[in-house]
């Protein structure tokens, strides 16, 4: 029989981790499917840990890993994939937001031969306007700089064993699941699930943390950026080419432009055009150096 991984990254999920270990047993065990739970607590700071290590010791379906501080969801991911041992592994929130009955549908797709299987959001769940906006803009972004259709795309997904291969050897230490496991190919599939109400704990992503989560994953794929700061600098020259002929010919004319204002507003236009520039480059000498320095994704405390 073949086995069936699940990896759960947890981030302070202590009120929801019972409830997904019945709720993913019961529902897997009645499909029959053989699996395992591989949870990956993310340096929670409650009593995660010992909620995973209690369900451990009374199934030894489950096996736990615990961070030795929050590496963020990525790395939990990438964890959970190079700890688990199934013939296929499937990556799932530890909120139930992601519905165990869609995980089945999935696992009779693998079965019959697709190699990734992803979810995709029928609907978005419960979202502000704001959050809403932001996440189209990132989205949309997003499936320009990969070259597929990621505004519906989801961290839930199943890949057989030789997807998560692919996936662990690719040594970017700064990984997007979500567009990674689309862009390694394979015989691809998908189903539509609903997103779910949250029961209980929260959600883990402040606004800043989304921005930042956006910034990180834009830049990982595309350079559209850097060829901006080009763009602006040819922008800027042609405006300058034009001053600088009216600038001379105001000249010989004796109406010259007199006084300080035109300087000023050229300082602080070419000023912060040139800024922004060296911020941009900046920010990707930055990603190549985090990645030269060649850290681990995450660091394991303990396992279970
Ligand atoms: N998560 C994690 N590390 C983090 C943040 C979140 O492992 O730093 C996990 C979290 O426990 C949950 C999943 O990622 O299983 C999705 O998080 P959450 O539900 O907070 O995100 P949302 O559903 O609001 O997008
Ligand atoms: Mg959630």
């Known amino acids: 029989m073949s086995l069936l991984s699940v990896v759960i990254p947890a981030y302070n999920e202590e009120a929801m981790l019972p409830r997904t270990v019945s709720a993913l047993t ?5 499909a029959e499917i053989g699996f395992e739970l591989v949870f990956v607590d993310d340096g929670s700071r409650d009593r995660t840990w010992e909620r995973i290590q209690e369900a451990a010791q009374a199934d030894p379906r489950i096996h736990g890993i615990r961070f030795s501080r929050n590496f963020g969801k990525e790395s939990a991911i990438f964890a959970g994939l190079a700890g688990a041992r199934g013939d296929c592994a499937a990556v799932m929130d530890c909120d139930l937001q992601h519905p165990p009955a869609t ?30 906006v932001c996440s189209g803009l990132f989205y949309r972004i997003m499936t320009k700089a990969v ?4 505004s519906r795309a989801s961290d839930f997904k199943l890949l057989d064993r030789r997807a998560v291969e692919a996936l662990l050897d690719i040594p970017e230490k700064r990984a997007f699941f979500r567009a990674l496991s689309s862009w390694i190919g394979y015989r691809q599939a998908s189903v539509e699930f609903d997103v779910q109400e949250r029961e209980a704990g ?9 921005i930042r989560y956006a910034v990180t994953n834009i830049t990982g794929y595309s350079t559209a950026p850097m060829l901006l700061v080009m763009w602006a600098g040819v922008i800027v020259f042609a405006i300058d080419v034009i ?25 602080l236009f070419l000023g912060s055009i040139i800024m922004i520039s060296l911020g941009i480059i900046g920010y990707y000498i930055a990603r190549i150096y985090q990645e030269v320095q060649g850290r681990p994704r995450y660091i394991i405390s303990r396992s279970i």
């Open 103 to 132: 995980l089945i549908e999935m696992y009779r797709l693998w079965e019959q031969g697709y190699e990734v299987v992803e979810a995709v959001k029928r609907t978005r769940g419960e979202e502000s306007l704001f959050h809403k």
């Open 147 to 150: 070259g597929f259709d990621m």
């Open 202 to 210: 929260e959600s883990k992503w402040s606004t800043w943390a989304l």
């Open 243 to 267: 001053l600088a002929i009216q600038t001379l010919l105001r000249y010989r004319a004796g109406t010259a432009v007199e006084g300080f204002t035109t300087v000023i507003l050229l300082l």
């Open 26 to 30: 019961s529902i897997l065990e009645s």
